[in-house]
């Protein structure tokens, strides 16, 4: 694909995203990634969890910028704290990319304690939408003031993270700004495969059957670009275990909506999926994701890209859909050297 081509289909994918909203209002808030000056010697890039890292990784590509991970995949990243060691590690970064949408507050307050003069903290959450687009529900009430942050399942906001990654990183090195480019250039060429074959997807399934029950709540702004329907996430927002009053809702839910299948994970394992499952009669899948990438670091199916196929495929025919045109979805342009923690 042609670089040119790509802001504007950001563009048509965040137009639809930002349906409604009137032409002087500005798309997303600006200047938390505002970059002021290149930065001389090694370049040192940290990020927060894998999906993004990985976005990351695939745009540094083998330029030898250093990348590193901060949540251990297959860790809870809204509890998240970081160690110690995390201070030094983050001191010496000249970008910092976050999600944002409070997710990784304690990281970004040692960020915030720890940062060289000049280097950028950027929340890509804020840059990709607005506090009015913020999506509150099941284990994300407004109540708790935490927003649902998981914009990243949803394939046109990772391709906006992408082109703010682009362009603070471009900023930051432009030695290596036509490289940095070239491999957004793949990551988007991606994204837009992904998102395309999700849509042909999505149209082999009946409206009525394109309905998610989760554990984790990471789907909301997945399910509002693809037209699907979230009836609800058993994970309450203390992040404990459920109630036997939450379960016996679901129950009814689950019983009243006709779903044909509910998710688990491998990271947030729970009982209670099963158990619901066994007291409805309906399909139990526990293999979804959350953050954990599939395969081994430096492996193609070891990205963003390999996550979202893995889950959407996964979901797609639990749900009696075929997934062909997203097993079609080629990993193989995905070169990425972050390090990421076990
Ligand atoms: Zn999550």
Redesign the pocket.
Known sequence: MNLRTIPLIAGILFVTACAGESETTPSVAAGNCVVNEATTGELRIVSTVAPITSIVGQIVGDTGVVVTGLVPEGTN??TFEPPPSAAQVLGEADAVFMNGLILEEPTKDLAQANAKDGAVLCELGSETITEDEWIFDFSFPESGGKPN??LWTNPPFALRYGEVILEVLSKLSPDNASQFEANFDDFASSVVALDEAMTTATATLDPEQRKLVTY?D?YAYFAKHYEWTVIGAIQPSSFEDPTPRDIAELIEQVKAENVAAIFGSEVFSSPVLEQIGNEVDVKYVDVLR??DLPGDPGEPEHSWLGLMRFNFVTMVEALGGDASALEAVELSTHIDNAEYPQ
Do not use: C, F, L
């Open positions: 990243s809204h942050p998981h984790h990471a959350d953050d």
